[in-house]
């Protein structure tokens, strides 16, 4: 194989990092290179209630499926692996054992299953194959084969085995550091939806990467932002859209809030956090809403069991935090301000503060940000 046709072959299998589907391309020029009936490239988990990953040329879908849901035949050439060294190719008999499915001469005896069961019945005498991937999560590798009125594999097949196998191996790590980071972006943005904060992502040219089901919400009633060509716009007055527009000009390269206008009146205050640096992909920037003028959801119970509040002590924090005065308390509730101002000093030894205002910070410190 000349050198341009081995780079192409190595930049097939490097395309497989980003996309798995093209593996049987590259299969099939792995096959050509070292000459052998069939490819197989085949990745274990070592968790059995997981599955693997596997493609192949020469092979059909269901030997494949069959082989792999065999655990007998798995098993008897699996450990043949797990001794084995990285790139360092093996041969049929190193996979099987001492003489594997062969006697002292190298004549077929038939006692192994899988020389017996899978590669007699198919016409195959022979195999090459290559551990790449072996680590706490799965093992795998390249498993080649060829037929009856084909050579055996020999030392030069080997030695071609050692030159293409790293580039597999390298691609295979890629491509699970990929799957990986999309493992992780998945479990971020459910964190996102889970919030009750409105909370937007945009790219750098403040398109939408992601939006969690409360701004979805917000975009939905026009009171703010909109989205038009799934870019982020105000729908408010030309303020707003001059700040929302700067803050997005300056390429959001620092913590910052502003006050948007509603369109019915009011102001929504936007938080833009910049994410350049510490997450991959498209994020850009995320952007948090917090309505002032909306009443937000104290977890009174827990309050009150963190600081054993009788009903009524639990009433007047909630009273406070949400801004009433002990007057306003009062009268509400039918009672002296004497004797809210004793519900009061309860409150103060129980929780161990001294002012109105400690105890309102308090509790706005136990809103759950949860949805």
Known sequence: MSVAVFSELVESIYDCSFDPSHWPHALAGVADYLKCSTARLFLFNNDPQKDGFGSSVGLDRG????????????????????????DEPLTLDEILGANGGRDVNGNAQLDNRYYKDWMVPHGYHDVLAALMVKNERNFGGLAMTRSLGQPRFGARDRDNVRLIAPHIRRALKFSDMIDQKVIERNRLAEIIDSLATPVIIIDDCANLVHSNHTALQLIASGEVVLVEHNSLVTAAHSASKDALAQALISGLRMAQSMALRKRHGGDLIASFLPLAGISGGAAHAAIFFHDPDREFQLPGEALAKLYRLTGTELRLLLA????????????????AIATVRSHLKNLFTKTGKTRQSDLVQMAMMAVSQLR
């Open 63 to 86: 030997f494949n499926d069959k082989f792999d849901n065999d655990p007998e035949t798995m098993n008897s050439v699996k450990y043949g692996f797990v001794v084995s060294h990285l």
């Open 320 to 335: 406070l935090a949400h801004g009433a005065t002990l007057n306003e308390i009062a009268a509400r509730s039918g009672t």
